[in-house]
């Protein structure tokens, strides 16, 4: 584990340093922890006012926090705009190195001898199976049991893990990453019920997935019935999201677990969408639309708002129905009680 003096911190990441009231003051830190397991010999940081009372609580010996920050707390302070970030820059710096990227292919690859696989610009391991007319481009790993079906187009700088399926045609842009167990292009759920039996409607299309965009664990994302399902720059998408068929999901969005996108929705740029919400199919969402978690999206809803609920409705508007609704019981029996007493009640 590397060490970082106070001062070196401090340069790194362009933090003000604010003496605490812990004695003796903290000189130096090889160690990382959250909040509330911290040590005086360990550096935290605090970026979410929900964790308040941990920061008040916290042994820490430094603590990126905030420029608004106004606690008194037992560690030494370092003050920036962005908490979260300077601590994720530190832990880089006090981590073991990454290992570096090995370029080469494990014996037991199986590769279409139509495939474009360079052996000397990318790394490849164990179980791998490459189809008719693949391409992979210089510089991405393939991680254990990775399966691309024929022609798949994958770019430069990718990371694919452990047993990601992508299935046949569908297009990865550069330094994409997939999370294990992801699977690519599944057939859309597409049926017509004839005669009282559900026919399936085959999906021709593709999924495509443009630049420095990263998929969660066991994420789904299904192909077009024809033409393409779209994951557009910079987007990330968290573990077990489903998005169906022909779906559109703009640049640099944050999709959260669990969450399912129906069919040919379109998802505009910087949405948000916490964990357990849902979109119907064929609805239009407008960019920098927040919606909180489990919100429920059935009709098309503009962007630059936030919103929340089922149905998701903007967020004030949604407050207030809920207290409305908490209040209703005693509101019923408050009339119940009038009724009672109004002659037009007896």
């Known amino acids: 584990m590397a060490e970082l003096t106070l001062e070196e911190l401090a340069t790194l990441t362009s ?3 604010v003496p605490g009231t812990q004695e003796p003051p903290l000189q130096s830190v090889t160690s990382f922890a959250d909040l509330l397991s911290a040590t ?15 920061v008040r609580k916290t042994k820490a010996g430094a603590v990126f926090v905030p420029t608004d920050f106004q606690e008194n707390i037992a560690g030494i302070q370092l003050v920036v705009d962005n908490p979260s970030m300077a601590f994720a820059i530190a832990v880089d710096q006090l981590s073991p190195p990454q290992s570096p990227f090995q370029a080469g292919i494990h014996p037991s690859v199986q ?9 000397e610009t990318v790394s490849v391991e164990a179980g791998v199976l490459i189809g008719e007319g693949v391409t992979v481009g210089a510089g991405t790993y393939l991680g254990q049991g990775v ?75 299904d192909r077009a019935r024809f033409g393409k399902t779209w994951i557009q720059e910079g987007s990330k998408i968290d ?63 503009p962007g630059g708002q936030i919103y929340a609920g089922y149905p998701a409705l903007p967020s004030e508007k949604h407050r207030k129905m809920t207290v409305l609704q908490r209040r209703l019981e005693k509101m019923q029996e408050r009339i119940s009680d009038l009724e009672k007493r109004s002659p037009m009640g007896s």
């Open 40 to 54: 005086p010999a360990d550096l935290s940081f605090f970026g979410n006012k929900a964790y308040l009372p941990q």
């Open 15 to 17: 933090a003000k340093v």
């Open 147 to 221: 399966s691309l079906d024929r022609g798949v187009q994958v770019g430069e700088h990718c990371r694919l893990l452990a047993n990601v399926s992508i299935r046949e045609h569908c297009r990865l842009g550069n330094r994409v990453i997939i999370q294990p167990g992801a699977v690519i292009g599944s057939d859309g759920f597409g049926f017509e019920l004839v005669d009282g039996r559900h026919q399936k409607i085959e999906q021709r299309g593709i999924v495509q997935i443009d630049d420095d965009v990263e998929v969660g664990a066991n994420t789904t994302i």
């Open 111 to 119: 590769i279409h001898p139509t495939a474009q696989v360079d052996p």
């Open 239 to 301: 573990n077990l999201v489903q998005i169906g068929h022909n779906a559109r999901i703009g640049k640099h969005s944050i999709i959260v677990a669990l969450t399912g996108i129906a069919g040919s929705a379109v998802i505009g740029d910087y949405v948000v969408m916490a964990a357990q919400s849902g979109v119907a199919g064929h609805l239009e969402i407008g960019d920098q639309a927040t919606f909180a978690a489990r919100s429920g999206v059935t009709k098309s809803l």
